[in-house]
């Protein structure tokens, strides 16, 4: 595959675009880089350049967060085609499911290679033929995995991310621009300034094109809330992605027990000063991609901009609850990352139980003592309805300081 790649690129009919390079450093230092120290698009471009050099020959893990999103799973597909150039092999790696009906079908479509290691799975791997990890539209934080990477010294290498900073991390190559729409644009962004030559006549190619244009697309509510930069990413992939193939992944249906969710999140829904928030209970592991997508519903109904939504969430492979919230705003002065840590704080090791991008945020707050299965349905609810309470009231001080629901 590597050299199909390789010798693709010297066909590629797009000549490299380095006179559009120069437009792409001008409007990286326009909004200014948030979270390195590179001057310009140029300077990141040679920084990987370098980095990817350095590991020639090597065999790299591509870790996403555990649900990965269609940005994850095209951002971690392009990453891969890029470093075969320089002979890295890698593994694309996630913990959790696939759960959205969109992210199956685009991996059903496309074939984006991504692998499901559980806990158990990567304790039984051969870790020794891996000499680096790769962060992709995440920083470690919402992996399962990663702990175990840092346990097994594995260094990582790069970090491509458009959240904010979720606190220390060491790497040789760090690119994480929060004025960003998706991480895919910054993939793309590698590609257009020539780390790889698209060619439209590479069926992987125009696969992958299709998986960054649907990546860019739904980080940024189908463009409505992209930048610039996203545009530009989404206008270079025009040429190479197949329309088609992204209208199908697009038309994949919602599955009986999403809209179970979205029932029950417009049933429980409690709305205050332009705030709804929805508790729906337990769910299934394999259905949590239905709390965003409740969250995505109930923020467009009228005189509403912030949407939260969370349930509890049963892991069976691992034995462990935990609640799981997704928050969707379309208020520009509410910053999701800086909301999610002041209501919720931290664990006991400093922690954030979740952060933030443009518009949109999660959480995940492991129960602990409080987790585990219990037969009694009495049981159950008594814990729903504690937590329930325990977690609009945090999010209500926010929302109403003046209002204190314990004390009603
Ligand atoms: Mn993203």
Redesign the pocket.
């Given at each position: 595959m590597t050299s199909d790649i390789l010798q693709a690129s010297y066909e590629s009919e797009f000549p490299t675009e380095t006179k559009s390079l120069e437009t792409l450093s001008e409007i990286s230092l326009l909004h200014g880089n948030n979270g390195n120290s590179y001057s310009s698009v140029r300077t990141i471009i040679e920084k990987l350049r370098q980095t990817l050099e350095n590991h020639r020959g090597e065999r790299q893990i591509i870790l996403t967060q555990d649900f990965p999103?269609p940005?994850?799973l095209s951002?971690a597909w392009a990453y891969q085609l890029i470093a075969q150039q320089y002979d890295i092999e890698s593994d694309i790696v996630y913990a959790g499911t696939l759960s959205h009906q969109e992210n199956i079908a685009l991996v059903r479509l496309t074939g984006v290679p991504a692998k499901r290691w559980t806990i158990q799975t990567f304790k039984e791997q051969d870790l020794s033929q891996y000499q680096g990890c790769v962060l992709v539209?995440g920083q470690g934080t919402n992996s399962q995995l990663f702990p175990l990477i840092k346990q097994a010294h594995l260094p990582v290498v790069v970090v491509i991310d458009?959240?904010s900073k979720q606190g220390d991390l060491q790497s040789e190559f760090i690119d994480i621009r929060t004025h960003v729409g998706?991480?895919?644009t910054l993939l793309t962004q590698y590609i257009q300034s020539g780390l790889l030559q698209f060619n439209t006549s590479n069926n992987i190619h125009i696969k992958c094109a299709t998986a960054l244009m649907h990546?860019v697309r739904s980080?940024t509510n189908q463009l409505k809330q992209a930048q610039e930069i996203d545009f530009l990413a989404a206008a270079y992939l025009s040429r190479f992605y197949d329309a088609q193939l992204l209208n199908s992944v697009l038309c994949s249906a919602r599955s009986r027990r999403v809209m179970d969710v979205i029932e029950r999140a417009l049933s429980k829904r409690m709305i205050k000063n332009n705030f709804t928030i929805a508790g729906v209970g337990y769910l299934r592991y394999e259905d949590r991609d239905a709390i965003p997508q409740a969250a995505d519903f109930l923020v467009t109904e009228e005189n509403i901009h912030t949407a939260v939504v969370y349930g509890i969430v049963h892991d069976e492979d691992d034995e462990r609850e935990l609640v799981i919230g997704s928050l969707r705003t379309n208020k520009l002065t509410l910053d999701p990352d800086e909301f999610i840590k002041e209501a919720f704080g931290q664990d006991s090791h400093g922690r954030f139980f979740g952060g933030g991008?443009y518009m949109a945020g999660g959480f995940e707050i492991p129960l602990g003592f409080l987790g585990g299965f219990n037969e009694k349905a009495d049981y159950a609810k008594l814990k729903w309805e504690v937590l329930d309470l325990q977690i609009k009231q945090k999010l209500l001080r926010l929302v109403n300081p003046d209002d204190d629901i314990l004390h009603r």
């Open positions: 999103d940005d994850a951002s539209d458009h959240h998706s991480t895919a990546g980080d991008r």
